[in-house]
């Protein structure tokens, strides 16, 4: 499970950093630098990843992604665009 792969399911699930960092135990951090490829996920982190998502959508999501990464980054793109106007309000 590369960089791309864990911050598009993460985005995929709607949550930031801090959120999905906790339901799978680990440092928000820890998310931080796996999304930006300085570290791998150990594979305990791998299978609690697994354990919370389901084995078979995780390989239905993984497959999915490699055709639709450019939507997964509109996809940020507008979220980003939501919060800064949000916090304009």
Excluded: C, Y
Excluded at 23 to 35: P, R, Y
């Amino acid at each position: 499970m590369g960089a791309k792969d864990i911050k598009a399911l993460r985005q995929l699930m709607g949550l930031p950093q801090h959120e999905f960092a906790r339901l799978i135990g680990v440092a928000e951090l820890t998310v931080n630098k796996w999304e930006r490829g300085h570290v791998q996920p150990k594979r305990e982190s791998i299978q609690r990843i697994e354990s919370l998502v389901g084995t078979k959508n995780l390989q239905v999501i993984q497959s999915t992604l490699i055709h639709n990464m450019p939507l997964l980054e509109v996809a940020e793109d507008i979220q980003k665009r939501i919060q800064a106007k949000k916090r304009e309000s």
